[in-house]
């Protein structure tokens, strides 16, 4: 099973932001599409992720005045990002050792999608009932 698989042919906007962005405006951008990370691009180059997280660590630290920071100065940097070829076990792992939740899919350094832990445990959580369901098939006609 491959991220590929996982991310089929959806076409799902991907929300992102400048490096330059207020965290405010960045934050907004969550709030407004009920996400929880985004790319951060400066000009069309991917230089991190925006996350939940880093906003609230970034608040943590300097309460209010970091709306007023730019993104680029609170952002998870570099952005660990996965091909569509890799498997969704590799992906899984990956995000496990790196304590991340949300992995960007580049082909030929385009962002293609932009997958979430939960994204990739919904789909292992299907494969493994869809192999339960063939099991007990089996079981009951043999």
Known sequence: MTIAKVIGERDREIFCCQASSTVEEAARILSERRIGAMPVFEDQELVGI????DLLYSV???SSAALYKRVGEVMTAPAITVEPE???LEALSLMTRRRIRHLPVERDGKIVAFVS???LVKYRIELVEAEAEQM???IQTA
């Open 50 to 53: 925006f996350s939940e997280r």
């Open 136 to 138: 007990r098939e089996y």
């Open 117 to 119: 832990i939960g994204d």
């Open 86 to 88: 890799t498997s969704a």
């Open 60 to 62: 943590a630290r300097e």
